[in-house]
């Protein structure tokens, strides 16, 4: 729900972060967002990395559970095909994706 002046607020913005074999940068992403946006929500994506990314992938919901989710796909579904399968889960107004192509 927008406030009063029109203006969006963190009520209304998810974020979304897509991840494939990348945890150094998932951590990161994941990290320098959270300690900026507190009250937004968080779904962390991974698409079936065969790394260190799973672990990666539950620490944010592990720190700040209220508001962070985690969807492991079971191989890699590519990025549009991970990304609409995120929307499914996220319900707000506003949405922003974050990813990288880069090793689809």
Do not use: W
Not at 42 to 56: I, M
Not at 59 to 85: F, R
Request: aromatic content about 6%; proline content about 3%; hydrophobic content about 35%.
């Amino acid at each position: 729900m927008r406030s009063m002046s029109g203006t969006l607020t963190f009520d209304d913005i998810s974020t979304v972060i897509v991840n494939y074999r990348a945890p150094d940068l998932l951590q990161s992403a994941a990290t320098s967002f959270r300690k900026c946006y507190l009250g937004i929500d968080l779904l962390v994506v991974d698409k079936g990395s065969n790394d260190q990314s799973g672990e990666v992938t539950e620490h944010p919901v592990q720190l700040n559970p209220g508001n962070t989710k985690s969807m492991m796909l079971g191989k890699n579904y590519y990025y549009g095909s991970a990304m609409d399968q995120a929307m499914g889960l996220v319900h707000k107004e506003t949405v922003i994706l974050l990813g990288r192509r880069h090793g689809d």
